[in-house]
């Protein structure tokens, strides 16, 4: 699972406003490079700096590698460079060759600092991936982003960032992608639930869109139904963007859940989803009996990954 904590508010480029934030932290811990030698502050200085932390498996990252390496083609010329923090998050993406492979087959061109003891994480104090650092030519920290979106203003960032620099030539123009695989997210589709579901059978109501790990919501008024046959009826979800909570409901056999509420939900149902983990919804008191549970999402942007039962 993603590690994902709230998101600053977002600053926009063209207003100039891009505070100063910190001073760009050392890639000395790092524990190995691809693409490059280790970089050192000296061979920075000069450059606007966009640091990504990634770990190849992150599908949330997966989805905005396109646009890094549409920066890196575009800007790297200008005086941008772009530099990928791989931090695993499962042991064997500790195993150096396996990086390196992910590395190739992503196309990866721009440099790469290995990160498995977690030092370079630490010393920006990062806590998620994907996340994204801006750093201005003198090495301060102007502007971040944590999660998938928010491309064009990130790219405003880095033109902001060049021309402060004196860097000319770059144009306004933003890049256009080329994603392939898992890196093309799914298009949005309306579902209707069905009147009558099987035994362990789901179905989606409303407006969302579904990708190889989790449905996304775009529409306030989206549901989710199951018939399921357990004490415990758990949901693994959260808001799709981070620091944007989704208020829901959840109902019974059509009632508000009462003394069969989880520890998530309260009598009524109600409930909100603040980050992505696990939630019990329901955890019945009474016999366990084949049961109809439906979730109603007042907010866009809900993402639901899969139901767990105890």
């Known amino acids: ?6 998101a600053p508010v977002g600053l926009h480029a063209a207003s100039g406003s891009l505070p100063v934030e910190g001073e760009l932290p050392s890639f000395g811990g790092a524990t190995g490079w691809l693409n490059s030698p280790p970089l050192t502050p000296a061979d920075l200085r000069g450059n606007v700096v966009l640091v990504s932390f990634w770990t190849y498996t992150c599908i ?13 083609g575009k800007y790297s010329g200008h005086g941008l460079v772009v530099v990928g923090v ?3 998050e499962f042991s064997f993406e500790h195993n150096a060759d396996n990086v390196r492979q992910a590395t190739a087959d992503m196309r990866i061109a721009y440099p790469v600092a290995t990160d498995n003891n977690y030092a370079v994480w630490s010393a920006f104090g990062n806590h998620y991936w994907p996340a994204l ?5 003198e090495e301060h920290i102007r502007h971040h982003h944590f999660g998938e979106g928010e491309y064009a203003q990130s790219e405003m960032v880095i033109q902001q960032l060049l021309a402060e620099a004196g860097s000319s030539g770059a144009g306004t123009d933003m890049v256009s992608v080329d ?4 890196e093309v997210p799914g298009t949005p589709h309306g579902y209707s639930a069905a009147e009558r579901l099987g035994l362990n059978q789901w179905a989606l109501s409303g407006d969302w869109t579904m990708e190889a790990e989790a449905a996304t919501l775009n529409a306030a008024g989206g549901r989710i139904v199951c018939r399921f046959h357990a ?3 758990n949901l693994v979800m959260g808001p799709s963007t981070p620091g944007t909570p989704a208020r829901f409901r959840v109902l019974l056999d ?9 520890t998530d939900t309260d009598d009524d149902g109600h409930g909100t989803a603040t980050q992505q983990r696990v939630y019990q919804l329901i955890r019945q008191p009474g016999p366990i009996t084949d049961r109809t549970f439906e979730i109603t999402f007042s907010d866009p942007g809900a993402q639901a990954y899969c139901f767990t039962f105890g």
């Open 179 to 182: 994603p392939r695989g898992l």
């Open 231 to 233: 004490r415990d009826l």
């Open 86 to 88: 791989h931090t695993p």
């Open 254 to 262: 059509g009632q508000p859940p009462g003394t069969a509420h989880g």
């Open 1 to 6: 699972m993603n590690a994902y904590w709230p």
């Open 60 to 72: 949330n990252w997966l989805r905005q590698l396109p646009y890094l390496r549409a920066w890196h």
């Open 133 to 137: 650092y801006f750093a201005d030519a």
